[in-house]
T-cell receptor, first 115, second 116 residues
Framework: DTGVSQDPRHKITKRGQNVTFRCDPI?????LYWYRQTLGQGPEFLTY????????KSRLLSDRFSAERPKGSFSTLEIQRTEQGDSAMYLC?????????????FGPGTRLTVL | SQELEQSPQSLIVQEGKNLTINCTSS?????LYWYKQKYGEGLIFLMM?????EEKSHEKITAKLDEKKQQSSLHITASQPSHAGIYLC????????????????FGKGTKLSVIP
């Protein structure tokens, strides 16, 4: 039984560099979500995919952020020209197709540190 | 102000004691989800509540939904060190469509410590 996986688990980068994270959802799930969590806070929604279509984006997702899910399977989140304020845990979640409920299963997260 | 308020922010209990964590929404709920998070790790799904008055249990953890108050409580009976962690409630808020939103809105979490 494989859950949601994320890679890398940790990323340290210098300010101004670009970084890319990958998320592999549970195989039968067609919905995929990205969240960001900072210390002492709950996760905040960033964006949502249904299959390959990006259906919703938060105002938190500045122009430096881009997410893709090219074949409706794995997804990537890229941050360009990183800033220290981007330091956070980036969480990916997925949920079942055709479910009227929103039971989301989370991956272990990618912790980003921008120096 | 926060759309989802959790209380208390932190809790320290002696092993074997019971405890309750509360979650209150300022907006109409479509569904309410409870998660547990170990420091630096992802969220583990515990339970989903959708109907008013609904109550679910898993091992020693029970969650209830009070639809009128837009509130949920999570109760742990006879706490154990393995229950320690951060408990997060996530709300699927009612959208204009009459269904849920795609995103979950989370509270800040309740940090639980259990002293052996």
């Amino acid at each position: 039984d494989t859950g949601v996986s994320q890679d890398p688990r940790h990323k340290i980068t210098k300010r101004g560099q670009n970084v890319t994270f990958r998320c592999d959802p549970i195989s039968e799930h067609n919905r995929l979500y990205w969240y960001r969590q900072t210390l002492g806070q709950g996760p905040e929604f960033l964006t949502y995919f249904q299959n390959e279509a990006q259906l919703e984006k938060s105002r938190l997702l500045s122009d430096r952020f881009s997410a893709e899910r090219p074949k409706g399977s794995f997804s990537t989140l890229e941050i360009q020209r990183t800033e220290q304020g981007d330091s956070a845990m980036y969480l990916c979640a997925s949920s079942r197709r055709n479910s009227i409920y929103n039971e989301q299963f989370f991956g272990p997260g990618t912790r980003l540190t921008v120096l | 102000s926060q759309e989802l308020e959790q209380s208390p922010q932190s809790l320290i209990v002696q092993e074997g004691k019971n405890l309750t964590i509360n979650c209150t929404s300022s907006k109409t709920l479509y569904g309410l989800y409870w998660y547990k998070q170990k420091y630096g790790e992802g969220l583990i799904f515990l339970m989903m509540l959708q109907k008013g008055g609904e109550e679910k249990s898993h091992e020693k953890i029970t969650a209830k939904l009070d639809e009128k108050k837009q509130q949920s409580s999570l109760h742990i009976t006879a706490s154990q060190p393995s229950h320690a962690g951060i408990y997060l409630c996530g709300a699927d808020l009612l959208a204009y469509s009459g269904a849920g939103s795609y995103q979950l809105t989370f509270g800040k979490g309740t940090k639980l410590s259990v002293i052996p």
